[in-house]
T-cell receptor, first 114, second 112 residues
């Protein structure tokens, strides 16, 4: 069965600092990997996705993520965090014949201090 | 462009009452449709998915059901709500060729 682990439930960073959110997955085939962001009381917005090719993917809002097959990881990074990045971030995995069904991690809440 | 509409945004219902949440997608045809639930402090759990009209697959046993009466309409229902049905319900769609899912704004359901 596929699974996603986000080890950090809550992360606090200062505005302008760098950010890395961790994601580890378990999947029996070539995974499709996603990062979504959710503001309080809102739906999920796709930040970026990895299907194949270059293992470093760029997304919206200055985010990037790197797929490391050997480590089963897909960590999200941003070089300089803005106060508006405060939200909850979800990593998800899908693929193959899963009809687009995604398995999500538990989420990481990001707090940004001024 | 494609859009997904989900309503109502918030709902407070008494235990034992029925439920109907609706989701519609515009600007695409024959989408895959999904209902997810997000309990407080937890990730998203897939409840139902549909690859076509009248085709519903349930991922977890529960007090809820889903229907797809039209190509771009997906409904989540219950005959009698339980306290444990409280949560944030999200509808989503994806293209048939298995790309990313696009989410609605969600419905906050509180069962009292």
């Amino acid at each position: 069965a596929q699974s996603v682990t986000q080890p950090d439930i809550h992360i606090t960073v200062s505005e302008g600092a760098s950010l890395e959110l961790r994601c580890n997955y378990s999947y029996g085939a070539t995974p499709y990997l996603f990062w979504y962001v959710q503001s309080p009381g809102q739906g999920l917005q796709l930040l970026l996705k990895y299907f194949s090719g270059d293992t470093l993917v760029q997304g919206i809002k200055g985010f990037e993520a790197e797929f490391k097959r050997s480590q089963s990881s897909f960590n999200l990074r941003k070089p300089s965090v803005h106060w508006s990045d405060a939200a909850e971030y979800f990593c998800a995995v899908g693929g193959g014949t899963s009809y687009g069904k995604l398995t999500f991690g538990q989420g990481t809440i990001l707090t940004v201090h001024p | 462009s494609q859009t997904i509409h989900q309503w109502p945004a918030t709902l407070v219902q008494p235990v034992g009452s029925p439920l109907s949440l609706e989701c519609t997608v515009e600007g695409t045809s024959n989408p895959n449709l999904y209902w997810y639930r997000q309990a407080a402090g937890r990730g998203l759990q897939l409840l139902f998915y549909s690859v076509g009209i009248g085709q519903i697959s349930s991922e977890v046993p529960q007090n809820l059901s889903a229907s797809r009466p039209q190509d771009r309409q997906f409904i989540l229902s219950s005959k009698k709500l339980l306290l444990s049905d409280s949560g944030f319900y999200l509808c989503a769609w994806s293209r048939q060729e298995n790309t990313e899912a696009f989410f609605g704004q969600g419905t906050r359901l509180t069962v009292v």
